[in-house]
Structures are given as C-alpha cells and as structure tokens.
C-alpha cells in the first residue's frame, strides 16, 4: 500500500506540472525618447486587477519593463509638464493629470487631451486587441509596436507627428505665459456637442460620421483612432502573446524600423475586416470600461476537469503496482 501511495504521488507530481496554465504574461517596455521627462499613467479596465505600478517617470532615454498578466485589459498613457507643489505635497501634470495628487494614478484615468494606448490581452479568439487613440485629443506621439505574435494587423500603430504645433487655434491647450500648444483638444472635449461626441442621435456608426477636426488628426496620423467609430482601419490584433514596446516621441524613422523587424510592409493598412473585441473599449464612445473578464472562467473549468481526470488515471494505474 505505501509504495503504491508512493507512485500515486509521484506520478501526480509530474501530471500537475504538465498540465496546461493559462497563457503567459506579456512584458510591456515602455521608453521615453522625447527631450523632457515623461510621466506614464496605466488604468486597467473594470473588473480587472490593477498592476503592481499605475503611475511612474520617466527620463530622457529611460525605459521601464512591466508585465502584464495574460487576460489584462486597459490604458497607458503619457502625463508631461508635471510637479509637485513644495506647500501642499500635491502631484499635478499640465497634461495627461490623472487627478490622484500623486505619481500613481491609484485607479484614476486620464483628464483629456491625452493620446492613449488602449489594450484587450487574449480576447475574442485569443488574441490581443489595441489601438493608439486620439479621440480624446493628444498631447504627445505615441508608437506601439509588438514583438512577436503574429496575424495580418499585428503590427505597429501610433501617432509619430507632432500634433501640438499643427493644432487648430480654437483646440490649442497653452502653456503659462500663452507661450506654445502643449496639447490639442478633440472636438468633443471643445464644443461637447453630440455629432463630435457621436452621442444621442448621433450615437451610431450611420449618423455620426468623420468631421473636419478629426479627419485632420487621421491626415497626420492614419492608424490611429480619429473618432469614436473610426474601427476598421485603427484596431490591430495579434496571435501568440506577444511583447510590447510603447514608445513616447518616437523618431519618424522608428515606425518603418518596428515594421521592417516585425516582417510586415511599412505601407500595410489594417485589414477592412478586421475581428472586432466586444470587450474593447473606445474612448469617445460611451465613458465606460470593459464588463469583467470572463477569461478566468472559461480557462478554469476545463483545467480543474483535466486535473480531475488526470488524478483519476493515475490512482487507476497506481493499483497496478
């Protein structure tokens, strides 16, 4: 009896380790090359559990490695023109403020224009959903490129211009003293009228339709999100669980570099019939995140059978012995 015990727990020691565990975290390296320090802020959708870090600096040429659990889902983006006030304590940005009073944002998002990358990981399929998105103004460019993975969309996005100095006066956000355009509003963050805001009876695909201010942003930056519907040629998918490297004040040459080492064309557009997440959110459309991840649920089940199983058999062959 001992040595069939033995053999039992043997064989049930490897069978676990072999077992399959949901799908390995992705690392995220996200690097400042602008010529001022940057401040990244991180929001993760509802229902899902924060990071380790929401909020930290980062230097000229600095870069920072974050892992995210597979099934993660939400936002990074860039605060600039931060301090803290000697008096109060109180950590405040010029742009991209999250409103905490702290360099970690603490579950707070970001208070517009703010350029946003925005990340479903192991969605629909599988595979990861993002997008760079300007539907709530810019404030700085932003280059998202995976490592890894694969697919026809998987591939680089962003906003590599610079939008600021090429800002429309009336969407301009100045610096102290009227100096110079330190971010640009989107139309709905200015006028907070419903066909910019693509709300009440302009709240679908058919009635709210591309304006003048956001068919600029999508001039100068065509794989972004420009507007709150503007699906198809700026969400991008990949296979395979890929890295991620999200680049503030990327060089113009960065984007054919991350495209030539990903092994897709430079000039490639993201498929018309791209597979939409339903779990992805895009800002501008309704101020809500995702509904919970149903990931833990969908993987544990059949784990926990397998596991079973699996103790089954092996308490089988252990009366062999």
């Not at 992705?26 to 509802?46: E, K, M, Q, R």
């Amino acid at each position: 009896m001992d040595r069939r015990l033995a053999v039992f727990f043997s064989l049930l020691a490897i069978s676990l380790h072999l077992l399959p565990l949901p799908g390995d975290a992705s690392t995220f390296t996200i690097t400042n090359n602008c010529d001022y320090t940057v401040w990244p802020g991180i929001l993760s959708n509802a229902g899902v559990a924060p990071l380790s870090t929401t909020g930290f600096s980062l230097q000229k040429g600095e870069s920072k490695p974050i892992a995210l659990p597979s099934g993660w889902g939400g936002r990074f983006w860039g605060r600039t023109l931060c301090s803290t006030d000697k008096k109060t304590g109180q950590f405040t940005c010029l742009t991209g403020d999250c409103g905490s009073g702290k360099i970690e944002c603490s579950g707070a998002g970001a208070l517009p224009p703010a350029t946003l990358a925005e990340f479903t990981l192991d969605g629909s399929g599988g595979m990861d959903f993002y997008d760079v998105s300007l539907v709530d103004g810019y404030n700085v460019a932003m280059l998202v490129a995976p490592r890894g993975g694969s697919g026809p969309n998987c591939t680089f996005t962003g906003c590599v211009n610079d939008l600021n100095g090429a800002c429309p006066s009336e969407l301009r956000v100045m610096s102290e003293g009227e100096e110079s355009a330190v971010a640009c509003k989107s139309a709905c963050g200015k006028f907070n009228s419903p066909q910019y805001c693509c709300s009440g009876t302009y709240g679908s695909p058919d009635t709210c339709k591309p304006s003048s201010y956001s068919l600029a942003f999508k001039k100068a930056c065509p794989r972004a999100y420009s507007y709150a519907y503007d699906d198809k040629s700026s969400t991008f998918t990949c296979k395979g669980s890929p890295d991620y490297t999200i680049t503030f004040c990327p060089s113009p040459t960065t984007s054919q570099k991350a495209s030539d080492e990903e092994g897709t064309p430079s000039t490639s557009s993201p498929s018309s019939n791209v597979i939409m997440n339903s779990s992805m959110v895009y800002e501008g459309a309704l101020d809500m995140s995702s509904s919970p991840s149903t990931y833990n649920h969908v993987l544990c089940s059949p784990l926990i059978a397998g596991g079973v199983a699996t103790i089954i058999a092996i308490w089988r062959l252990s009366q062999l012995f």
